[in-house]
């Protein structure tokens, strides 16, 4: 049985982060920690992460996507603390 996840949080990244492997980057560490959520890029040239988890590992991960792919360059990262909703068990790439 999986522990159930205790953590969600949306990050909002912005910088050079389109185009350069961001999501596809963000799908492989969310998948090697075992967490669920999504990521997409949005109009404005942000990328958008809801991410849900363990909360030690949430945090982790969130430092990773500051660090970003190597093509990438991170300028800013938001994180907004949502409650969780233990619905998705995977990690998908959108738009």
Do not use: K, Y
Request: charged share 25%; glycine share 12%.
């Amino acid at each position: 049985m999986t522990p159930r996840p205790c953590a969600r949080a949306r990050v909002m990244i912005r910088g050079r982060v389109q185009g350069v492997g961001f999501r596809a980057f963000a799908q492989s560490q969310a998948v090697r920690r075992g967490l669920s959520g999504w990521a997409g890029n949005l109009p404005d040239g942000r990328v958008e992460v809801e991410v849900e988890g363990a909360r030690q590992i949430v945090e982790e991960f969130i430092q990773t996507l500051g660090q970003g792919p190597s093509l990438a360059h991170v300028q800013d990262v938001r994180v907004e603390w949502l409650d969780p909703e233990m619905r998705d068990t995977a990690f998908e790439i959108r738009g």
